[in-house]
C-alpha cells in the first residue's frame, strides 16, 4: 500500500511542495535564533561626569567644562516590545566631536534582520508600541551586533539628532520593535 503511494505524482507533488514550505518557514523565522544568544562585550566611551545637566541632543557645546572628555548628550532605559528587552541606550560625543550610540548591558532575544534604528517617534509601552517606529523619521546604524552585552555604533556625521528621539532594536524582516529606549 505505501510503494503505490510513493508511486503517485500526487503524492511527490505534495511532498515537494511540503519540503519548500519547510524550507522556506525555517529560512524566514529562523526559529533556531531563539534558542541561541550572540553576545557583543565592546569597550564603551568613558564619559566624563557633567558639571550640569547634558547639553542638548543635537548642540555643538559640551556638557562639561572639559572639552576633551567625551559628554553624554542624551540617554534613556529600554522597554519590552515583542520580546523581554532590558538595558540602556546613550548617544555620546567623543572626543572629536563626533556622535555614537552606545548600548548598555543590554539583553533581548536573538532573531532574524535586527537593527538598530535612531527614530522620531514616541516609545509608547505595550502592543501598541511595537510597530510605530517606521512611520516617521529614523536612521538605520546598522545590524545589531549581539542580543546581549555592550556595543556601539557610529553615528553619521549628516545626521541631525535634534529631531532623533528614540532608539529602538527593530525587527526589518517582521517590522515590529523587540523593544525602544526615549532617549532623553
Given amino acids: ?12 507533488i505534495a511532498l515537494t511542495v511540503l519540503a519548500a514550505g519547510s524550507a522556506f518557514g525555517l529560512y524566514w523565522f529562523q526559529p533556531w535564533k531563539l534558542l541561541t544568544d550572540a553576545e557583543v562585550s565592546e569597550r564603551l566611551t568613558t ?4 558639571a550640569s ?7 555643538a557645546a559640551p556638557a562639561s567644562p572639559d572639552a576633551g572628555a567625551a559628554t553624554l ?29 552606545e548600548l548598555v548591558g543590554l539583553n533581548t532575544s536573538n532573531g532574524p534582520d535586527l537593527r538598530v ?14 510597530h510605530v517606529f517606521d512611520d516617521g523619521r529614523w ?34 524582516r517582521f517590522s515590529v520593535s523587540f523593544g ?4 532623553g
Avoid at 500500500?1 to 511527490?12: A, E, V
Wanted: hydrophobic fraction near 35%.
Fill in 53 to 59: 545637566s547634558p547639553a542638548p541632543t543635537g548642540s
Fill in 73 to 101: 548628550v542624551s540617554s534613556g532605559d529600554f522597554i519590552s516590545h515583542e520580546h523581554d528587552t532590558s538595558g540602556s541606550a546613550r548617544i555620546v560625543r567623543t572626543a572629536d566631536g563626533r556622535h555614537r550610540l
Fill in 180 to 183: 525602544a529606549a526615549t532617549l
Fill in 139 to 172: 536612521v538605520e546604524l546598522g545590524r545589531l551586533k549581539g542580543n546581549r552585552g555592550d556595543q556601539g555604533y557610529a553615528i553619521p556625521d549628516d545626521v541631525k539628532l535634534t529631531d532623533l528621539t528614540s532608539v529602538s532594536i527593530w525587527c526589518k
Fill in 117 to 130: 534604528w535612531l527614530t522620531d517617534q514616541p516609545v509608547i509601552e505595550g502592543r501598541d508600541g511595537w
Fill in 47 to 50: 564619559v566624563a561626569t557633567p
Fill in 1 to 12: 500500500m505505501l510503494s503505490r503511494l510513493f508511486r503517485t505524482p500526487l503524492t511527490w
